[in-house]
């Protein structure tokens, strides 16, 4: 228990192949206690009790001094029911996504970037899904970077393949220093 300092809830949330997961990994491993929490594992992806989860992290931040990372695809849980959140001001808020980038290469970097626990890479999709799923991938990332704009929340553009890694880095050391 910190009780000298209050622990941070970093929220991370945006597009698939955005580097949620990447990111909060390396936020997990960096030393400074944090937990993970993926709305990945969570059976019950009702507003409810995504709010109640947010809200028991923020307790124990608050109380305990824990650092938790919760990183989601936001189609369950809005910015818009975000923004009713009477303690969002409490929370770290990224949204990740790469609205520049054409159908094409979002096709191309999901089979070339897969890793074994990825849907793709378990399953052989043939190209008409995959294209249905990388044009999802672009909309979804249009309104996303809208949506931020929409509320004032923080919207990083990660771009994909190797360049993300250097958004994730300075992103991840910005984290950091907030959490020291």
Known sequence: MNKNKSGKVILISGCPRAGKTTLSVKLVKSGLGFSKISLDHLADHSVESIKTLLENLKEEAEVYGINSVFDYYPDSFTLDEIEKLPF???????????????????????RYYAKPTDWI?????????????????????????????????????????EDRNIVLNSLYDEIIKKCR
């Open 121 to 161: 890479y378990m399953y052989d999709f043939g190209d008409d899904y995959l294209e249905t799923v990388a044009k999802r991938i672009y909309d979804f990332n249009i309104k996303l970077k809208s949506d931020c704009k929409k509320y004032n929340y923080k919207f990083i553009n990660t771009g994909i393949g």
């Open 88 to 110: 969002r001001d409490k929370l770290e808020m990224y949204f990740l996504g790469f609205p520049d980038i054409p159908i094409e290469e979002i096709k191309y970097n999901i």
